[in-house]
């Protein structure tokens, strides 16, 4: 985990100009490719930060007009906020946040959901790089696939649309961690309730 006070450029200048934009505190509840790499440390490009959650609503407003693909911030540093309308995430992960860069903002909060709830908001979309992002955390971690797995049935499952899909889908992301970790796939495992 990435232990610096400060994201690297132009990460900074963009939050700084964000933070003087608003004059309340302000939490940005955020996931992604954005979590993974300047948090976790994964090396690769991202240019959006993905959010769930940003309150105060009207400060949302605010940073939105600002940070939104195509505004203002966005055509300076070419980077944006991206508010993600629609994505599984576990019921319970306000209570397992972490603040990214505490201190770094004086209204600006960065908030990252935890490397397990991380992962388990990539399910649904199982794109290649949401299948190297799991990789690499449940490597960095390293992820306790019992966490993982428990998490997924009591606080997500019950949220999807076709959980039976993603019950198949976590079933192949635990068999490829327990490979890579030179395990043997768990034979006869329930695959959902």
């Not at 954005?34 to 948090?39: A, G, I, N, Q, S």
């Not at 993905?50 to 966005?74: N, S, Y």
């Not at 399910?123 to 019992?146: G, W, Y």
């Amino acid at each position: 985990m990435s232990l610096s006070s400060r994201p690297p450029e132009p990460w900074d200048s963009f939050f700084k100009d964000l933070d003087e934009a608003v004059d309340m505190t302000v939490r940005l509840d955020c996931i992604g490719g954005f979590v993974v790499t300047l948090l976790y440390g994964l090396e690769r490009p991202t240019a959006d930060i993905d959010v769930i959650e940003l309150a105060p609503r009207a400060a949302a407003e605010t940073l939105m007009e600002l940070g939104i693909l195509g505004g203002p911030l966005h055509q300076r540093y070419r980077i944006y906020l991206d508010r993600v309308a629609v994505a599984a995430i576990a019921e319970s992960y306000e209570d397992r946040l972490v603040e990214m860069f505490p201190g770094a903002y004086r209204n600006l909060h960065l908030m990252a959901l935890d490397p397990y709830d991380l992962a388990l908001s990539k399910l649904e979309r199982n794109s290649q790089k949401d299948r190297d992002d799991v990789r690499f955390l449940a490597r960095t971690i390293p992820f306790d696939l019992d966490i993982l797995q428990e998490r997924y049935a009591t606080e997500l499952r019950w949220q999807l649309g076709v959980p039976k899909r993603e019950d198949l889908t976590l079933q192949l992301w635990l068999d490829v961690i327990r490979e890579d970790r030179g395990m043997a796939p768990a034979s006869g495992e329930q695959r959902g309730s």
